[in-house]
């Protein structure tokens, strides 16, 4: 079955630490993954999806598909990352399926 | 821009109230989403539709139905509302075609309280 693991609820980090949002999924055909954002009081939002390979601001994340996972990474956190973040995985017509999503709260 | 709007962002209905939650898009999308968002659980697709008047169940559809008569108009009905379905709802859309997923673009969300 396919599915999206986030294991973190929560995520504290100090500014300036780097950050890791775990994401594990389970598909059997060839995975399109993506991560959203939700900052406060904004509705959710693209972050970025792996098959453009692209930094957004500072994120990155790369596709493993021996390890099943497409974990968010930033090497230092600013306190402006805080927000929830969703990693999701795409099925037919266009349809997702999402994480529980993991909050990251960073800290001054 | 894209815009997706959300007729409400709160509702309190009452237990057994038929209830609408109305989406529009302007980006003249094909696809468009509702989900709900509740803590722990992520978000959860409830039904979603590619065409006008076309429409598929998602994850948890039992006790909502939906309606697209119009391409840019996407409604959530709540039959006979109760307390389990008190939750954030969220509409979506995005552009159609089979090669690979397109963005989705979320509206502000309505908070429904059922009491």
């Known amino acids: 079955a396919q599915r999206v693991t986030q294991p973190e609820k929560l995520l504290s980090v100090f500014k300036g630490a780097p950050v890791e949002l775990k994401c594990n999924y389970s598909y059997s055909g060839s995975p399109e993954l993506f991560w959203y954002v939700q900052y406060s009081r904004q509705r959710l939002q693209l972050l970025l999806r792996h098959i453009s390979r692209e930094s957004i601001k500072g994120f990155t994340a790369d596709l493993n598909k021996g390890e099943t996972s497409f974990h968010l990474k930033k090497p230092f956190a600013q306190e402006e990352d805080s927000a929830m973040y969703y990693c999701?995985?795409?099925?037919?017509?266009?349809?997702?399926?999402f994480g529980a999503g993991t909050r990251l709260a960073v800290h001054p | 821009d894209v815009k997706v709007t959300q007729s409400s962002r709160y509702l309190v209905k009452r237990t057994g109230e038929k209830v609408f939650l109305e989406c529009v898009q302007d980006m003249d999308h094909e696809n468009m989403f509702w989900y709900r968002q509740d803590p722990g659980l992520g978000l959860r697709l409830i039904y979603f539709s590619y065409d006008v008047k076309m429409k598929e169940k998602g994850d948890i559809p039992e006790g909502y139905s939906v309606s697209r008569e119009k391409k840019e108009r996407f409604s959530l009905i709540l039959e006979s509302a109760s307390t389990n379905q008190t939750s954030m709802y969220l509409c979506?859309?995005?552009?159609?075609?089979?090669?690979?997923?397109?963005?989705?673009?979320f509206g502000p969300g309505t908070r429904l309280t059922v009491t």
């Open positions: 999701a995985l795409t099925l037919g017509y266009n349809k997702l399926i």
């Open positions: 979506a859309s995005s552009f159609g075609g089979d090669r690979g997923a397109n963005e989705q673009y």
